[in-house]
């Protein structure tokens, strides 16, 4: 099997995820660097993540925009991806992924949720997201049918998007503004497992409207014109 390049960077968001961390990290493909940005942990998070070999970031605003964005800035690798640190995604299933960005197959692409246990998915968060795709569909055009976190891209097309968003809106913003920009993208299936501990956006029917309220606002935007250099690097 070849190894991975090693230049990718993977951007963790990371909020008290002491427990998931030691499985994440584990699972990091070989060369890779993973970037764990912290954005407050009070549970030991940012010391089991350098212990355990990682870069660690720290964005003391609160958000999961204001620390995705954090680990962008921060990744100097040509590739960078995106993956949720509390072990409901398997960020091994990246390299496909990052394969496909780099043979120019796609400038952007998306992991679609499939969940491997009834559990793993509440019911509240599935409709959310749903409710979502068809209005993304309806701005872009894009027959996408989830906004996960998993994604892969290239960074400096990625920090040419200028995406402001600092909460939930922030995955919506980068699809949304790489669809204006005229981006490949680009959906595959990917096994969501159950989270551990708490989620702290849509573990609760509060959050995840939140979330909702948030890509809602992010949707409502008016187009930005992107020049050369927002176009994808072939």
């Known amino acids: 099997m070849t190894t991975p390049s090693t230049d990718v960077d993977v951007v963790l968001p990371c909020l008290d995820e002491a427990e998931a961390l030691p499985w994440v990290l584990a699972r990091i493909p070989a060369g890779w660097r993973a970037l764990v940005v912290d954005n407050g942990s009070t549970d030991g998070s ?7 070999g990682a870069t660690v970031v720290r964005e003391p605003r609160r958000g999961f925009g204001a620390a995705c964005h954090a680990g962008l800035t921060a990744a100097t690798a040509d590739v960078v991806c995106f993956c ?3 072990a409901s995604l398997d960020p091994a299933l990246l390299v496909p992924f990052v394969r496909e960005v780099r043979a120019g197959e796609a400038d952007l692409v998306l ?9 793993a998915w509440p019911a509240h968060a599935r409709a959310g997201n749903l409710a979502l795709a068809r209005l993304l569909r309806r701005r872009t055009g894009l027959r996408l049918r989830d906004l996960g976190p ?4 290239r960074r400096e097309p990625l920090l040419a998007l200028g995406l ?3 909460r939930s809106g922030y995955p919506l913003q980068m699809v949304v503004r ?11 299936d990917v096994p969501y497992l159950p989270r551990a501990g708490e989620s702290k ?11 909702v ?20 690097v072939r």
């Not at 940012?46 to 355990?52: F, K, N, S, V």
């Open 150 to 153: 998993l994604r892969a891209a």
């Open 46 to 52: 940012p010391e089991i993540a350098r212990a355990l």
């Open 84 to 86: 949720d640190c509390d």
């Open 164 to 166: 402001s968003d600092r």
């Open 178 to 188: 790489a669809a204006d920009a005229g981006w490949r993208v680009t959906e595959h």
């Open 201 to 211: 956006v849509t573990g609760t029917w509060r959050g995840t409207w939140q979330a």
């Open 213 to 232: 309220r948030d890509m809602r606002r992010v949707l409502a935007e008016p187009g930005v014109a992107s020049g050369a250099d927002g176009r994808p």
């Open 111 to 119: 992991g679609r949720r499939r969940p491997s246990t009834r559990g």
